[in-house]
């Protein structure tokens, strides 16, 4: 069995969060709550700063798993909760090589595999803000 829950600010009555799970809500809470307290930086928990101000709601039960995906994107389209917005895209760049890399800690990875190492040993003054400048 899994359910399809949401995060519901008790002052405003927003939903803020909605998501899946096969565990009871409050388990689910428990969780969230904790991770709220340590601090962690996904948005659900950035915004749970005063955790006691939030509650969990199903919204939800499926006995099927062939539909979750399909009855999650359903509530966070009805809802349209702020911590559900999608991430911002990485910066695509494109590397001396012709490769097109997704971000620049993706780009630093790249770029010191194989024939990359020989262009750092020719140019030591070499960096990624020089090769776009």
């Known amino acids: 069995m899994k359910t399809v829950y949401g995060i519901q600010n008790i002052e405003t009555g927003d939903i803020i969060f909605v998501w899946d ?21 996904a948005p659900v928990h950035q915004l749970m ?19 979750i995906d399909h009855r999650t994107a359903h509530y966070i389209a009805l809802y349209k909760p702020i911590a559900n917005k999608p991430k911002p895209k990485k910066l695509a760049v494109i590397c001396h090589c ?19 190492w020989k ?15």
């Not at 799970?21 to 930086?41: I, N, P, V």
């Not at 700063?49 to 539909?67: A, H, P, S």
């Not at 262009?119 to 400048?133: C, G, I, K, Q």
């Open 21 to 41: 799970t096969t565990q009871k809500g409050s388990q689910r809470m428990t969780y969230h709550r904790r991770l709220a307290r340590e601090g962690d930086d």
């Open 49 to 67: 700063k005063d955790v006691e101000n939030f509650r969990i709601i199903i919204l939800e039960e499926i006995d099927t798993t062939d539909n």
């Open 98 to 116: 012709g490769q097109v890399i997704q971000g620049e800690a993706a780009l630093k990875r790249h770029q010191q595999a194989g024939p990359h």
């Open 119 to 133: 262009v750092m040993e020719e140019d030591p003054v070499w960096s990624l803000r020089t090769l776009f400048a």
